[in-house]
């Protein structure tokens, strides 16, 4: 009995807190209980927020819960002396301050391999990376609990860090005031349904939220349910199967499976990605309306983008805008020419691609898409379809686009350059037209599952809307009804071992 007691709040790698374990929503009913005796009185309902949130990350990542602390301590009292601050140059030092702790830690933790290998390998030395934090930790335990030979990307440090330099900034733009309380200010960096995989809140969009009171509405609550129901799916039904079944065995090894088979693998990463990401997004902000906060939307059809513009305005929304407000404008955005506008715009995409992950193919990714921001931007000029919105025009748009996106991700799944190279070889060479319908058989299933999946994804947005605010408005039995029904499919289907979700890495 005490051995089930001290696991429950001890940290596993193997067993993360995560939306698809049943312990989550156990943890997330008692913490609903707790909740509604203090969802009327401020103070309390901050602070046991935050805490429930320190222990859902300690239970995600251990001891590099105390990042979290260190980054919520640091810019809480940066961001008070800045406000009050009346020199020009104490203040910029402040903020320069901030944006440097932030993203060397940011760096630290998530580009040191990356740093040190790329240095090996172009100078030939033998540096090795040692991991202080932990050094630290073996130091003041008197033990070596910890290794200090690799460094741990901690989850969720590359949207918490953006969170809090977006605050810091914000308080230097005069847009919003400092939060006067600690426990206020931990709990909107540490806010647990989105803290390990997003979407990215700005302060300036959710400190008002610490100061109003508890208000959901009956039709709120239904769309609460509906989100992470939805969310659910996607992960479980949608995303997990075709991982398991077509896309992890061929990313592994492309060169073992015909040209037919990686380009299914490759489309199928692109609802993959879509469906696990966002799976993950509607599931945070279903988990948040439940308790009276309101998350960005961080999704909005993607794939029916008509250019790579419009994509990233609709794909992962809460970057994309970060990175145009705190990144590209401050860069000079498109005020200094069409050159500066463009070298902008790929520091932009080249930043954006690392910070998905530190390595040269993201890199490589996030530079295609710059690129592809760039040919349309000329395209547009001579486009003859330019103000042509018939359907021909808009379906061969939403393809050409489509397809672009997906191939740019060979880049973003692929583990090595040697697995990018194998799989564009065998899409170009081993295509062999002859055994689709054989390839189409033995996959049937995933084919099938795929092809309901982008069905509902190219849905009319007001077809989507409308069942949406059905299902919404139903009764309470009703919706519990479904409910129970979602769940027994949910689990009925999943026969495999959960996977984790896709941005966790990021």
Same mark, same amino acid.
């Not at 927020?49 to 859902?56: E, I, M, T």
């Not at 902000?285 to 948040?288: E, F, K, L, S, T």
């Given at each position: ?7 429950i709040?001890?940290y596993?790698?193997?067993e993360?807190l995560?939306?698809t374990r049943?312990y989550f ?16 009185k $401020? ?5 046991y ?8 990350y ?12 260190f ?5 809480f009292f940066?961001?008070?002396r ?6 020009p140059t =104490?203040? %910029?030092? *402040? ?6 702790i932030?993203?060397?830690v ?8 990356f740093f ?6 172009i100078?030939a030395?033998?540096?090795q ?7 630290m ?7 070596n609990y910890f290794?200090?030979?690799?460094i741990?990307?901690p989850v969720g ?17 005069? =847009?919003?005031t @400092? ?8 709990f909107?960096?540490?806010f647990?349904?989105q *803290?390990v ?8 969009e959710?400190i008002?939220q610490?100061y109003?009171k ?6 709120e ?11 659910l799916?996607k ?5 997990d199967y ?8 061929v990313?592994e090894?492309p060169?073992?499976?015909?040209g ?9 990463y692109?609802?993959?990605?879509y469906?696990?990401?966002?799976g993950?997004?509607?599931i945070a902000?279903? #988990?948040?309306l439940l308790m009276?906060f $309101?998350? @960005? ?16 305005? $609709? ?13 590209y404008?401050?860069l000079?955005?498109?005020r200094?020419g069409e050159?500066?506008?463009n070298?902008?715009l ?9 910070w /998905? ?5 993201f890199v ?7 690129v592809?921001l760039?040919?349309?931007k000329?395209w547009r000029?001579?486009? @003859?379809? %330019?103000?042509? /919105? ?13 397809n672009?996106?997906?191939l740019?991700?060979i ?11 194998e799989?564009? /070889? ?5 295509f062999?037209p ?9 996959y =049937?299933k995933?084919?099938?599952? *795929? ?5 509902? /994804? ?5 077809f989507k ?9 139903? @009764?309470?039995?009703?919706i519990?009804?479904?409910v129970?029904v979602? #769940?027994f ?6 026969t ?8 966790f890495?990021f």
């Open positions: 009995m005490i051995d089930k007691i001290l696991g709040f001890s596993s790698s193997n993360p995560i939306f049943l929503w156990v943890f997330f009913v008692v913490v609903l209980a707790g909740y509604s005796v203090l969802y009327n $401020r103070k309390p309902r901050n602070a927020l935050f805490l429930v949130s320190l222990f859902f300690y239970k995600s990542s251990g001891i590099y819960f105390l990042l979290l602390l980054s919520t301590v640091t810019d940066i961001g008070k800045l406000y009050y601050a009346e020199s =104490k203040r %910029k030092s *402040l903020l320069i301050l901030s944006i440097f932030n993203l060397f940011l760096s630290y933790f998530k580009y040191s391999n040190i290998e790329t240095i090996n390998s100078f030395t033998q540096f990376v040692v991991n202080y934090f932990n050094l930790a073996n130091g003041i335990a008197g033990a290794d200090i030979d690799k741990i990307l440090i590359s949207f918490f860090t953006f969170q809090t330099i977006s605050y810091t900034v914000d308080i230097y733009r005069k =847009k919003i @400092p939060v006067t309380n600690i426990l206020d200010f931990g909107y960096v540490s647990f349904p *803290l995989a997003g979407p990215i809140v700005r302060a300036s959710f008002p610490l109003q508890y208000k959901i509405t009956q039709a609550f239904g769309m609460a349910i509906f989100m992470i129901l939805n969310g799916l992960k479980l039904f949608i995303s075709i991982a398991v079944n077509l896309i992890d065995r990313f090894k060169i073992m499976y015909s037919i088979e990686n380009l299914m693998a490759l489309y199928g692109s609802m993959q990605v469906a696990d990401f966002s993950y997004t509607d902000i279903g #988990v948040a009276g $309101r998350l @960005p939307v961080n999704f909005n059809s993607p794939y029916k983008a008509l250019h790579v513009g419009e994509f990233w305005k $609709r794909w992962h929304i809460s970057l994309s805008t970060w990175l145009k407000d705190y990144l404008i401050p000079g955005g498109n200094h050159t500066r506008t070298i902008n790929m520091i932009t995409m080249l930043l954006g691609g690392l /998905h992950g530190a390595s040269w193919q490589i990714w996030g530079g295609l898409n710059g592809g760039l040919i349309y000329q000029k001579i486009s @003859p379809f %330019k103000g042509n /919105h018939s359907w021909p025009v808009r379906f061969y748009a939403i393809f050409l686009t489509f672009f996106i997906t740019t991700r880049w973003f799944r692929c583990g090595s350059m040697q697995q990018v190279n799989m564009i /070889h065998q899409i170009t060479y081993a062999e002859g055994q689709i319908i054989e390839v189409f058989s033995a =049937k995933v084919l099938l599952l *795929l092809i309901f999946a982008f069905i509902v /994804h190219w849905l009319p947005s007001n809307a409308w069942y949406r605010t059905r299902f919404a408005n139903l @009764p309470s039995w009703a519990a009804v479904v129970l979602a #769940v499919f949910i689990y009925q289907f999943q495999f071992k959960l996977q984790p979700f896709i941005y890495a």
